[in-house]
């Protein structure tokens, strides 16, 4: 069959803005994390219960999607712009990474950007994790040092 071993290792996911975002599964490979793993983590599934826009949702009810989905479509774009920059990297080093690994740490970067993300966003920031010098960013490290560095 044609085009059979084209998704081997790979999953699609349907999204109203990119159509579909391409993203890897476990393939068999015992000591591969793929974005799949990422993505079922606790860590990465709480950013489905946060919205993206906070409370703009009260005032416009169709600005309704979540970090999750954000997050999905941060790693789908960060992948097409490794892909697009690579060659001109390449170019300027070329002792840099392979195109699939470049590729790939960026869609990892992209897809876990928000993820020490809490309620209400930078509101959270702002009047609560300030008060003990934090920061989403900081807290986003912290989880992926610590709760997902086993992947």
């Not at 015992?30 to 993505?39: I, S, Y």
């Amino acid at each position: 069959m044609k085009g059979v071993d084209t998704y081997q290792g790979r999953g699609l996911i349907a999204d109203p803005i990119h159509q579909y975002i391409l993203y890897t599964r476990p393939d068999g490979l015992p000591d591969e994390a793929t974005e799949q793993d990422l993505m079922d983590s606790p860590w990465m599934q709480r950013l489905r219960r946060v919205p993206q826009l906070q409370s703009a949702r009260w005032v416009f009810p169709a600005a309704e999607h979540s970090r999750f989905q954000h997050s999905l479509g941060a790693m789908h774009l960060a992948g097409r712009f490794a892909h697009q920059l690579h060659r001109s990297l390449k170019a300027e080093f070329p002792e840099g990474p392979s195109a699939p690994l470049f590729e790939e740490l960026m869609r990892v970067a992209g897809l876990l950007h928000d993820v020490g993300h809490g309620p209400f966003g930078h509101f959270f920031d702002d009047n609560f994790l300030a008060d003990f010098d934090l920061t989403h960013e900081k807290v986003g490290q912290r989880i992926i040092r610590e709760e997902l560095g086993d992947l």
